[in-house]
């Protein structure tokens, strides 16, 4: 990698400046974070961190999952915020870690697994857990983040994972191709799978050619002991640090020459390739069921809805991005013209039915697009048994067409609201307005 212009160099220090890096492995205490955070301040005293720094935690390493109290120890994060802060000034680095978050909007209150990372001036950013883990009762507790996005803190962009979320390739890869230099990972990673977790860590160092610093919790809680073994790895793999399974801080000095002379001899960390045609995304009902048989043998949930998408438009975009967050791929069955015309009038679609299936196709959060010539999609529905059936919240799930066969087959059905003022019908008077 040539180092060119001034500005080039600006933005190269803003991917990583030469720091500290450390973390602070210790026996999380179940619902204790008085307990917790003297751990923290004892393994900060140990470990001396020098200027600019960042130091990891492990994840929750304030309270655990304490679940049986999740209100009581939410309310404890913005404490536990401010004491990271002062420990911040004091060595004047950040420090990251997970914590749980409370998110009320005036409905029931979610709550998140959330990386902070904390500076000397208080939070500079954060992340929530992608990726919530079955085996913990993650998803019956807790909400999943959106929008993995770097951070920006004192020692350069950072990229950031939450335990399981290291078993998920993307997610690193994504941040890091938004220019993040150092990765942090916060877990609390069983014993049993310690392999597991030190190829995971090392992996994503090699492949986005970035430093890793991945803390790790130790102890056991309800028979599960875990395998702290938190570990600093460089660029090109190189295991700089590596801790026992007990109790421990250690860290090191990252110079970012190494990471821009990985990246010299060849980089995978910029490769951002457009790979698909997506165009391919329009199937036959046939292919879609063969498509549909093989995504439920590997457990993936498949997500449908349907529309006649006439003048694609902000509103059917906000809707299918949202329904595709139900699952893990979503098919639209889409109105042909003459079901259009059925429905809508003579005058309508105002763009044929390959135009709109091609449309849609390029769309990032639809997966497949299948035409269909009824009025409505019960024979598509019936055909594929989606596992999760979506539409506008302005229906009833008892007039919703196919509800009644999905929810029978085991699965479940979604509404999810319109964004108001937008609609094809509106869009066409206006530039029939205007003509």
């Given at each position: 990698m040539q180092i060119g212009s001034s500005n080039q160099n600006i933005a190269l220090g803003e991917i990583l400046k030469p720091c500290f890096g450390g973390f602070v492995q210790f026996d999380i205490r179940q619902g204790d974070p008085a307990a917790n955070l003297a751990s923290v301040q004892q393994g900060l005293a140990n470990l001396q961190p020098v200027a600019p720094g960042l130091v990891v935690l492990p994840e929750l390493w304030a309270t655990g999952f304490a679940y049986?109290?999740?209100?009581?120890?939410?309310?404890?994060?913005?404490?536990m915020l401010a004491a990271l802060s002062s420990l911040a000034k004091r060595y004047t680095i950040d420090i990251a870690g997970s914590l749980l978050e409370a998110e009320n909007n005036g409905a029931a209150p979610k709550y998140f697994n959330t990386l902070f990372v904390t500076g000397p001036e208080g939070v500079r950013g954060s992340y929530r857990k992608q990726e919530l883990f079955a085996p913990m009762a993650e998803p019956d507790n807790l909400a999943a983040g959106l929008e993995p996005l770097p951070i920006t803190s004192g020692v350069g962009l950072l990229a950031a994972l939450v335990c399981y979320d290291l078993r998920f390739p993307d997610l690193a890869r994504q941040q890091v191709a938004a220019g993040a230099g150092l990765l942090a990972v916060s877990a609390q990673w069983p014993t049993v799978r310690l392999d597991h977790w030190l190829t995971l860590v090392k992996a994503r160092a090699i492949e986005n050619q970035i430093f890793v610093i991945a803390c790790n919790r130790s102890g056991i809680t309800d028979g599960t002991v875990f395998a702290g073994n938190s570990l600093i790895v460089a660029p090109d793999g190189v295991v700089l640090k590596l801790a026992g399974q007990d109790q421990?801080?250690?860290?090191?000095?990252?110079?970012?020459?190494?990471?821009?002379?990985?990246?010299?001899?060849?980089n995978t960390a910029a490769r951002v390739a457009c790979r698909n045609h997506d165009a391919n995304k329009i199937a036959t009902l046939a292919e879609l069921q063969k498509t549909v048989g093989r995504y439920k043998a590997i457990g993936?949930?498949?997500?449908?809805?349907?529309?006649?998408?006439?003048?694609?438009?902000?509103?059917?975009?906000?809707?299918?991005?949202?329904?595709?967050?139900?699952?893990?791929?979503?098919?639209?069955g889409l109105n042909s013209d003459r079901s259009v015309r059925a429905i809508k009038g003579p005058q309508r679609p105002v763009t044929g039915e390959l135009s709109r299936a091609r449309v849609l196709a390029a769309l990032a959060c639809v997966d497949h697009v299948v035409l269909f010539d009824e009025e409505t999609p019960l024979h598509l529905i019936k055909a594929l048994l989606p596992d999760v059936l979506v539409k506008g919240a302005d229906w009833p799930v008892e007039k919703i067409v196919g509800a009644a066969e999905v929810i029978g087959a085991g699965g479940r059905v979604a509404n999810i609201p319109l964004v108001q003022h937008f609609s094809t019908t509106d869009i066409i008077k206006r530039i029939q307005t205007e003509l």
């Open positions: 049986d109290r999740l209100p009581a120890m939410a309310a404890q994060t913005p404490l421990e801080s250690a860290g090191c000095l990252l110079q970012p020459a190494e990471l821009f002379a990985v990246r010299s001899r060849f993936r949930r498949v997500v449908f809805t349907n529309g006649c998408f006439d003048l694609l438009h902000q509103g059917h975009v906000t809707y299918l991005e949202e329904a595709r967050r139900h699952g893990d791929c979503l098919i639209v």
